[in-house]
């Protein structure tokens, strides 16, 4: 069997074929098997999954272009496992006889993809869209490449743009089939009664095909209590990094009196000697970290791949119960590619339980191939009048950055609630729990992000009137402030929370700070919103624009899927969609 690799039967199959006219000569026959294998090597090559390995690619054995070659094709795709099909001709071919009849074999909601060549000789785009056009027809959705390579040539390579497309493309087929059957674990109830933070299990199955296991606290406090779930020597261990490591000199039990001191902590322009630990701190620290290892363990026993966690209330702020140590530092390390045992695969964790936004963290790591996400609150906007006021009111000079784009469009402090990152700090800091806020005491991690990180910002919503979920995001990247200017807007919402300034490409803050869905939202690097919007056609999730924005940016958005020219467009086809889901 054709395998690119040796078959891994933990990770999702993506299948490749080739349909082809029957009358062709032979040097056009290998030349179209060759392009077919070449694709399934480019996607072997460039796709990954969040822990690291590889997607399964299986390409048929032979050409596809007969009523008999297709359902020989359809069987060896089967028995190989395939949960997506890409068909990549480079020649006419008879649909009908050859690409529906192999797809046939398939269920329905299959993820199908079309990609080929500009290419004149025995014309391989009138295929393409033949065939793309038919799926249409039968309200079928099947994306469609038609990119660029060599005329002529047994063995043609597409150009980096087409391969570049074929990638995220495959990576929203990836996410797709790879998240169908996982879940997620949902700990106790929705983020402080806020209904924007629901888990929506019914939508997360219909359109994500993710599960959800729903665990009450009183598991995690009875563990913690008995010290048990967990290694006793790996909690040594685990200590012992996170003090004499990650986080040596900075863990400051002194939470207040550094905030109020006005020292220049978090921007690095004043190194101040951290106070020792108490024995009761000491403990504190260790009970966050031992709920690190219990929660870390409790989801290697169900198979989840993220999870959620309501710190506020119930847990660490209710003085009616008793209340326990925040689970901030432990929600990082989930969120986080590092700990104690070096290097692992990012686990996407919500604090507060709020699984709206954990179902975004969980895409935007599977679509970036497993980047880590951070999760943030949306605290504080700051618009250009508002940046030269504060900037005058420090006796900031902003003159030398006037054509810095935080200046020109604004900025949000997203003041991270808990659920941060390492992987988004320079450097990293704890900070003892304030009392007021979090009787049961604790450690959370403080930063502020440098500049330069780019990727997407935005959140799902959900909505009862159509029964679909929503995204709201741009392009957007972390920017620099000047340090005192930085060090303000820390002190201005909460010293001991990392920070990290947000710009978003094109649309203005003033705008985001109307269009965002929720009170948390979520950044993550090295992903674009061409592969997004290839992914949300395939769950069926709507796209907001923000206002005076065009349709169609070249490069940025990818074409619109012909299904939805011959239904009214993206929105109204995918409501007809969702009667079918």
């Not at 939508?203 to 006793?232: C, I, N, V, W």
């Not at 923000?546 to 012909?562: A, I, K, Q, T």
Request: glycine residues 8%; proline residues 6%.
């Amino acid at each position: 069997m054709p395998y690119i690799s040796k078959k891994n039967p933990e990770v999702p199959t993506l299948g490749v074929f080739v349909p082809c006219d029957p009358r062709l000569d032979e040097a056009s026959r290998t030349r179209a098997f060759n392009i077919g294998r070449m694709t399934a090597r480019l996607l072997a090559s460039r796709l990954k999954l969040p822990d690291g390995h590889s997607p399964n690619i299986f390409y048929c054995s032979h050409l596809v272009d007969s009523e008999a070659t297709a359902d020989s094709g359809a069987k060896e795709l089967k028995e190989a496992g395939a949960g997506a099909l890409f068909m990549v001709p480079d020649t006419w071919f008879f649909p009908g006889k050859s690409a529906m009849a192999l797809t046939a074999h398939f269920p329905a909601s299959t993820p199908l993809a079309c990609a080929g060549g500009n290419n004149a000789p025995k014309p391989g785009v009138v295929g393409l869209d033949a065939l793309t056009g038919a799926y249409a027809q039968t309200g079928r959705l099947c994306h469609l490449i038609i990119g660029n390579m060599p005329e002529t040539g047994l063995e043609p390579e597409f150009d980096e743009a087409t391969a570049e497309l074929l990638t995220d493309l495959g990576y929203a087929i990836l996410t797709r089939v790879a998240l169908q059957g996982k879940r997620y674990v949902s700990v106790d109830v929705d983020s402080m009664q806020m209904e924007t933070a629901l888990n929506h299990v019914h939508a997360a199955r219909r359109y994500l095909g993710l599960e959800s296991t729903r665990e009450s606290m009183k598991l995690f406090a009875d563990q913690l209590r008995k010290k048990a779930g967990y290694d006793p020597e790996e909690l040594k261990a685990l200590h012992d990094w996170v003090v004499n490591k990650k986080f040596k000199g900075r863990i400051f039990p002194n939470t207040e009196e550094i905030r109020d001191s006005g020292q220049a902590v978090l921007t690095g322009q004043e190194k101040v000697k951290a106070l020792a630990l108490s024995a009761g701190d000491k403990q504190k620290l260790d009970e966050g970290l031992a709920l690190y290892l219990i929660i870390r363990n409790y989801l290697k026993d169900v198979k989840a791949i993220a999870g959620g966690w309501a710190s506020q209330l119930a847990w660490g702020s209710d003085r009616r119960g008793i209340p326990m140590a925040t689970a901030d530092i432990a929600e990082t390390l989930f969120n986080s590619t590092e700990d104690h045992t070096g290097r692992k695969p990012v686990i996407p964790f919500a604090t507060e339980n709020d699984i709206q936004g954990l179902l975004t963290m969980i895409c935007y790591c599977y679509l970036s191939g497993g980047e880590p996400v951070l999760f943030m609150d949306f605290r504080k906007v700051y618009e250009p009048w508002e940046i030269e006021k504060k900037a005058r009111a420090l006796k900031i000079d902003l003159s030398p950055f006037k054509q810095e784009k935080w200046l020109k469009l604004g900025f949000i402090d997203g003041n991270n609630s808990g659920s941060a990152s390492l992987d988004y700090a320079a450097e990293a800091f704890l900070f003892k729990a304030i009392d007021y806020y979090f009787p049961g005491g604790g450690y959370s991690v403080s930063f502020v992000s440098p500049g330069g990180l780019k990727g997407l910002a935005g959140r799902l919503a959900y909505s009862d009137l159509s029964g679909l979920l929503t995204m709201i995001q741009g392009e957007a990247e972390t920017v620099e402030l000047p340090w005192p200017l930085a060090e303000a807007v820390c002190r201005a919402s909460d010293y001991s929370w990392p920070h990290t300034f947000v710009t978003y490409d094109q649309v203005p803050a003033s705008l985001v700070k109307m269009g965002m869905p929720a009170n948390h939202f979520h950044l993550v690097k090295n992903l674009n919103r061409r592969r997004w919007q290839f992914f949300s056609d395939l769950a069926g999730i709507l796209n907001y624009r923000w206002e005076n924005s065009p349709d169609y940016v070249e490069g940025l958005d990818r074409p619109l899927p012909l299904l939805y020219r011959l239904n009214g467009g993206e929105t109204s086809a995918k409501l007809l969609q969702a009667r079918r889901f």
